[in-house]
T-cell receptor
Framework: AQSVSQHNHHVILSEAASLELGCNYS??????LFWYVQYPGQHLQLLLK??????LVKGIKGFEAEFIKSKFSFNLRKPSVQWSDTAEYFC?????????FGGGTRLMVKP | EPEVTQTPSHQVTQMGQEVILRCVPI?????FYWYRQILGQKVEFLVS????????KSEIFDDQFSVERPDGSNFTLKIRSTKLEDSAMYFC?????????????FGPGTRLTVT
């Protein structure tokens, strides 16, 4: 069975700081990888996804993630965060049609 | 932009009562899912549904749970006899199969509180 771990549970940054959130997964086969974001009081929204091809994927709102197969990682990055990026971020793996989520990282961006 | 909707947003029920959580998936999606998130814990997969039958389910999805697509638009999750530990946020999702991959879209969730 697949599993996903997110190393940082809480991250606090100042505006304009760079962001990197770690995600590692374990699964022996081909996976599809996702980052979802949940803004306060809102539902899970897809931020970006990796299916195949270029391991560096770009998503909405300036986010990107890099799939490193040898490290079983799919870290999320943003060069310069904004206060509006305050949210909880979830990494997820899809093998078949079921999503397995990591525990989430709560990001707070101070203005 | 089409979205998944869920009702009610918050449901309070007494232990042992039956609850039905409702979802309206995106209209051209054929795959439907339920997930739950107990407060402070991970989002966990419960069940997936396709072509009017369950395609996958987790260990959590025991005999107390059932899903149904009663008509062309709704997708429901029924908990037959609720327990305190069923208190959680329940998320519905739907997807289409594109190039062999499911991209799931989530609803806003129903917060279930069992007292």
């Amino acid at each position: 069975a697949q599993s996903v771990s997110q190393h940082n549970h809480h991250v606090i940054l100042s505006e304009a700081a760079s962001l990197e959130l770690g995600c590692n997964y374990s699964y022996g086969g081909t996976v599809n990888l996702f980052w979802y974001v949940q803004y306060p009081g809102q539902h899970l929204q897809l931020l970006l996804k990796y299916f195949s091809g270029d391991p560096l994927v770009k998503g909405i709102k300036g986010f990107e993630a890099e799939f490193i197969k040898s490290k079983f990682s799919f870290n999320l990055r943003k060069p310069s965060v904004q206060w509006s990026d305050t949210a909880e971020y979830f990494c997820a793996v899809n093998a078949g049609n079921m999503l397995t989520f990591g525990g989430g990282t709560r990001l707070m961006v101070k203005p | 932009e089409p979205e998944v909707t869920q009702t009610p947003s918050h449901q309070v029920t007494q232990m042992g009562q039956e609850v039905i959580l409702r979802c309206v998936p995106i209209s051209n999606h054929l795959y439907f899912y339920w997930y739950r998130q107990i407060l402070g814990q991970k989002v966990e997969f419960l069940v997936s549904f396709y072509n009017n039958e369950i395609s996958e389910k987790s260990e959590i999805f025991d005999d107390q749970f059932s899903v149904e697509r009663p008509d062309g638009s709704n997708f429901t999750l029924k908990i037959r006899s609720t327990k305190l530990e069923d208190s959680a946020m329940y998320f519905c999702a739907s997807s289409a199969l594109l190039a062999g991959v499911h991209e799931q879209y989530f609803g806003p969730g129903t917060r279930l509180t069992v007292t």
